[in-house]
């Protein structure tokens, strides 16, 4: 580990660990050592604001701020060591270990440009450090989010596949992203081709769960979709890892009567045309173009917990449908955080939930606990951050059934 500040002229300082004591992150020592040899220093947080007046910190690209619950207390210093940093360009990485959701959201509004939990998810460091640098070169991360141009012409007659929390906190988000990864990702040989749409225009956090940028473009296709191709279709999208790719909400908060049944429809088959399977990520609020997905899915995942709040919707929601004569039999009933196998108590609940209100519930998913979290949070699927995850796993089980499930019936036509 660099003890302090390196003097060597032939190793300047790129870098360096902030924190009250570094042996308490010995796994961010072994990264920084990985990603940044001997050219990193670690400083205590008074330190720090002493050494950004130095010669030796013109050099540095950034600071890795790492703090636990017990540095709560200080969350003043931490903001003035991240504005000073950042007066001087240096980027802030916030490494983060017990720290409230309120104290982390207050350091990453002074200007934390990235945030890893501890213990850090295998090569996490190194892609904030990549995802820091491509930021200073626009060149770079432009190049990271391109699309794959689409094909004029084509017409696969995808399925879509639709995801919607009748409640707020249910996990759809985390559903949608995580099933159109694990269908990306379904086959060894040759996986099909996924497209996520986020129809949620005013809260949508797709972008967010695998640290994507909201384009300009989605505004503008969106509001005319009528002069909607494939080039400009295709210039909305940005592609994750090359094996997704994804229309994030527009970058503003726009109101969900923006577009119109006939603009969903539109976004809809022209998805369908290029995609093996689109999948849809809801708003919550039913609107004027809600009846439109709901016609074009093949399934409707609809997204509840086992609590009050959650029957109340569903509930609703059945009563909405069928009071317009619209097919609620499209719609899958899918329990998050369902109880374990050995919990008969709440196992009798479900029932009873289910029989109440007269629906079926045919998907029950387990709680993915902390993991599911951190992995939005730092921007990756649960098939990267916590592959062996309950949840992910259930939901890799669902993505299989479904390409089996498509499979066979295009081998049957």
């Known amino acids: 580990m660099s003890s302090g500040i390196p003097q060597s002229e032939t190793a300047p300082i790129l870098a ?11 796994l961010l020592i072994e990264d920084m050592e990985a990603a940044m040899g001997e050219s990193w220093g670690d400083l205590g947080f008074a330190e720090a604001l002493a050494f950004f007046g130095q010669p030796e910190a013109e050099t540095l690209e950034f600071i890795a701020l790492a703090l636990d619950g017990d540095d709560e207390d200080n969350l003043v210093l931490m ?9 001087r360009d240096i980027g802030v990485i916030l490494i983060a270990e017990d720290v409230t959701p309120a104290s982390l959201h207050q350091l990453l ?3 934390g440009d990235e945030f890893v939990p501890y213990p850090l998810p295998e090569q996490e460091l190194q892609l904030a450090i990549n995802r820091l640098r491509s930021k200073e070169d626009p060149q770079v991360a432009q190049g990271q989010t391109n699309s794959a141009p689409l094909n004029t012409g084509t017409s696969k007659e995808g399925a879509v596949i639709v995801v919607h929390g009748l409640a707020g906190g249910v996990g759809s988000t985390t559903m949608a992203v995580n099933l159109a990864w694990e269908l990306a990702n379904v086959a060894r040989d040759e996986s099909p081709s996924v497209c996520l749409l986020d129809f949620d225009l005013q809260h949508g956090s797709v972008s967010t769960y695998l640290d994507l940028p909201r384009r300009e473009a989605v505004f503008e296709m969106l509001t005319d979709t009528e002069n909607m191709d494939d080039e400009v279709f295709g210039q909305a999208l940005v592609s ?9 909400a527009p970058s503003d908060m726009v109101p969900l009567d923006l577009v119109t049944p006939q603009d969903i429809d539109r976004v809809i088959e022209l998805a369908r045309a290029h995609f093996d399977f689109v999948v849809i990520d809801m708003p919550k609020t039913l609107v004027q173009w809600s009846e439109t997905v709901l016609q074009a899915a093949h399934v409707y995942f609809a997204m509840i917990e086992l609590d009050m709040r959650s029957a109340q919707n569903a509930l609703r929601m059945k009563r909405a449908l069928q009071s317009e004569d619209l097919p609620f039999n499209k719609l899958r009933f899918a329990l998050n955080k369902a109880p374990k196998f050995t919990d008969l108590s709440g196992k009798s609940r479900v029932k009873r939930m289910a029989e109440s209100l007269g ?19 730092h921007g990756q699927p649960l098939a990267t ?29």
């Open 16 to 26: 360096c660990t902030v924190s009250r004591d570094v042996q308490n992150f010995d």
């Open 79 to 87: 903001g003035e060591i991240i504005t000073q940093a950042k007066a």
């Open 109 to 111: 509004r002074k200007g």
């Open 240 to 248: 994750y890892e090359d094996r997704l790719q994804v229309l994030t």
């Open 359 to 377: 629906i079926s519930i045919e998907l029950q998913l387990p709680d993915g606990g902390k993991a599911v979290t951190q992995g939005g949070d």
């Open 385 to 413: 951050s916590a592959s062996k995850n309950p949840l992910r796993r259930e939901i890799a089980k669902l993505a299989q059934s479904i390409h089996e499930l498509g499979t066979g019936e295009a081998e049957a036509a």
